[in-house]
Structures are given as structure tokens and as C-alpha cells.
């Protein structure tokens, strides 16, 4: 009688996270005996409702690079102040030589963002945003640009907290 393996090969975490592989760039390092390969892996992961991570990892295979920047970014993550499916106001963030302009929109108005910053902003959850990539098309800068601008977003209740006054105060 054949033993009957219990436990399955690669598990499957269902863990309701939508996960989002951004590039995966392969890095060759000339050494005496040849070349050695790797490979770097960029992923963006979020809940679908306000909370995002991106991270990066490195390995010889693609497979476990994928593995180690899903990890990575999972505890990396952060919530995003939204407000709806959009955000509450005009941000430009920031990284390197790359910044990305990212505007609310009005229900109806889709995402309109370039291929990286497209999936960032589908693993958050916004549905209605404007975007436009400025100084750079790398995907890594676009994305940590795009993080770092959902990153700097603040809700009106927010900002009143800070200031001591009431909402209506900051609505005016």
C-alpha cells in the first residue's frame, strides 16, 4: 500500500490579501568561474481597503524571490487614509528621480494610472484616481514614489486634530 503524502507541496495562504507581482529583474555578477544569476523581485500587496506594502527580494530562483518580497511586503504594510474609493486630496510623492501626481476623481472615472502605479493603486482599493508619472518609467521608483505619496495622504479629520479645530473649521 502506497503511503499517502498529508501534507501538499506548496500551501496556498488564503489570507484575502491581493497580492501583485510588479517586475522581476534578473542580476548577473561576473565572478572568476563565470557569471552567477539572481533575481529581484518587486511586489506590491494589499487588502483592497486602505492598507498597502511593496518590498522587494532577492534569491536564485524567481520563485522564492517572489516568496521573500510577498513576505517582506506583508509586514511592511500600512494603512492609507482614503476617503470612499478615492483619496481626499491632491499628492505628489516622491522617490529618487521619480515622482507621481496623484489626483482625486469623481465616481464613474476609473483608474487612470500607468502600468506600476495601476497596480498599487488596484492592491489598495482605489477605484477613482487620476495619475501621471513625471521624471522617471522605472518601475521600482514609480511604485515607492506612489507609497510614499498614498503614504503622505491625510483625511480632513486628521489635519482638524492636528490643528485643534473642527472640521467644519477646515472645510470652511
Known amino acids: 500500500m502506497a503511503r499517502e503524502n498529508r501534507t501538499p507541496r506548496k ?3 488564503n489570507d484575502g490579501l491581493v497580492k501583485k507581482l510588479i ?3 534578473r542580476v548577473t555578477k561576473v565572478v572568476k568561474g563565470g557569471r552567477n544569476m539572481r533575481f529581484a523581485a518587486l511586489v506590491v500587496v494589499g487588502d483592497g481597503a486602505g492598507r498597502i506594502g511593496c518590498a522587494m527580494g ?4 524567481v520563485p522564492s524571490a517572489i516568496d521573500k518580497a510577498t513576505a517582506r511586503a506583508k ?3 500600512f494603512k492609507a487614509a482614503l476617503l470612499g474609493n478615492t483619496i481626499p486630496h491632491e499628492v505628489i510623492g516622491k522617490f ?3 515622482s507621481v501626481l496623484m489626483m482625486p476623481a469623481e465616481e464613474g472615472t476609473g483608474v487612470i494610472a500607468g502600468g506600476p502605479v495601476r497596480a498599487v493603486m488596484e492592491a489598495v482599493g482605489v477605484t477613482n484616481i487620476r495619475t501621471k508619472s513625471h521624471g522617471t518609467n522605472n518601475p521600482i521608483n514609480c511604485v515607492k514614489a506612489a507609497i510614499e505619496g ?9 489635519i482638524a486634530a492636528i490643528r485643534g479645530k473642527t ?3 477646515i472645510n470652511g
Not at 58 to 61: F, H, R, T
Open 58 to 61: 532577492k534569491s536564485n530562483e
Open 150 to 158: 498614498l503614504r503622505g495622504l491625510r483625511t480632513a479629520e486628521e
Open 167 to 169: 472640521v467644519e473649521e
Open 75 to 77: 509586514k511592511n504594510m
Open 11 to 13: 500551501v496556498e495562504e
Open 23 to 25: 517586475c522581476v529583474n
Open 96 to 98: 529618487g528621480r521619480g
